[in-house]
């Protein structure tokens, strides 16, 4: 076991309950001797006054704030600063470093796990994300519930956020259980497990976790290749089909169908005519929770990249296809990725999309997807055809479908 100090790096959504759960963390420390790392987005660090004081004076000595900025981007300097001072200055046997309400993990986990002082002093231990139960299950219910924005300062949709901060978490914990059934509970863990399959999950009301189960379990494994969220690993194991495992015929597995959560992965190397596909994406079946994916569109030379969580659906240019490239280029970038799957006719140029939801018409979706791919006739004369929304130049982004606007009653 390494002697650097073990982190933990805590997110989750506005109000789901981070401060309660690091307050009751060092209430029963017993005999760990834990400093926090709080961030906040305003000038006044409002969750690190909260720790503080649900804290006694020996914690509260370790509890070090940053405010008016995000640790996951521009106050990754900051952070350094902050958790080298913290191990120069005091003894402790944990770090907490719990993130904005809109911050991402994965970015912060980067500091303690690339060459930099931090990483020099500390390892990390895991990455929780604490959800608010009862905030997800109406977010990604089939009920078509409006959703609010992350937070003000930032435009992303709530169920973006949620997704990306459970896709790289290794452990979840679903607090305010008590306002949700058991069967809604399973529904959520089952939605959870389809997301990420690696994460140990946790149900709790008031945020009161088992400390040993938070700090005490080594989930975090910086070369370990098995932690994909649901949709990259949905990929890996459709490459393995051919040898018989996971294979029932139809490109897709199923994390849970007690609860009707399942996944499936469609391929093609046909592209699809822009206003089609667009339409189909604007319009994905109210069980799809979770798509994500590279699609190929008609008389565009970039790759499309999806991402839908809910009710948002966003699509990024993602850099050119390597068969549009001068060929000179092309045998440089092939040479360089020789696993990379090459048609002779069409070289990389396909579609990969990934969809997790629960409840939906698998055979149906498939169809609408079918018939969004462009006909024979079309794509012999492929430049006549509509540009659509789709990107044209390299990173730009596009939203095909965002959240009705909460109303406030």
Known sequence: MS??????????????????????????????????????MGDVNV?????????????????????????????????????????????????????????EPAPVARLFTTESAAAARYRVNGL??????????????????????????????????????IEVSNAVVLNKADLCTDDELDEAEALVAALQPDADTVRTAFSEVDPEWLLDVERFDEG???????????????????????DDGHGHRHPDEVYGVASFTYRQRRPFH?????????????????????????????RQTVGQAGSSVRVEARGPWIASLPEVEQDLYRSNRPSLEWDEEHGDRRTEYVVIGTEFDEDALRDRLDDALVTDEEWEDVDALPAGPFPTENQDETALREPAPATVE
């Open 3 to 40: 002697d650097h100090i073990p982190v933990t790096v805590l997110s989750g959504s506005l109000g789901a309950g981070k401060t309660t759960l690091l307050n009751h963390l060092l209430t029963n420390a017993g005999d760990r001797d834990i400093a926090v790392l709080v961030n906040d």
């Open 47 to 103: 969750d690190a006054e909260l720790v503080a004081e649900g804290s006694d004076t020996d914690v509260a000595g370790g509890v070090e704030e940053l405010s008016n900025g995000c640790i996951c981007c521009e106050l990754q300097d900051d952070l350094e600063t902050a958790v080298v001072r913290l191990a120069r200055n005091r003894e402790f046997d944990h770090l907490i470093v719990e993130s904005s309400g809109i911050s």
């Open 128 to 165: 929780v994300t604490v959800v608010d139960s009862r905030l997800f299950v109406d977010t990604f219910g089939g009920e078509g519930t409006p959703e609010r924005t992350a937070a003000e300062e930032d435009d992303r949709p709530l169920s973006d956020l949620l997704v990306e901060q």
């Open 224 to 246: 370990e290749v098995n932690d994909l969220p649901g949709w990259k690993r949905a990929l890996a194991d459709e490459e393995h089909e051919h040898d018989g495992e996971h």
């Open 274 to 302: 822009p206003e089609r596909i667009a339409a189909v994406l604007r319009d994905l079946p109210d069980g799809v929770v979770r798509s994500k994916g590279t699609i190929w569109i008609a008389d565009n030379e970039l």
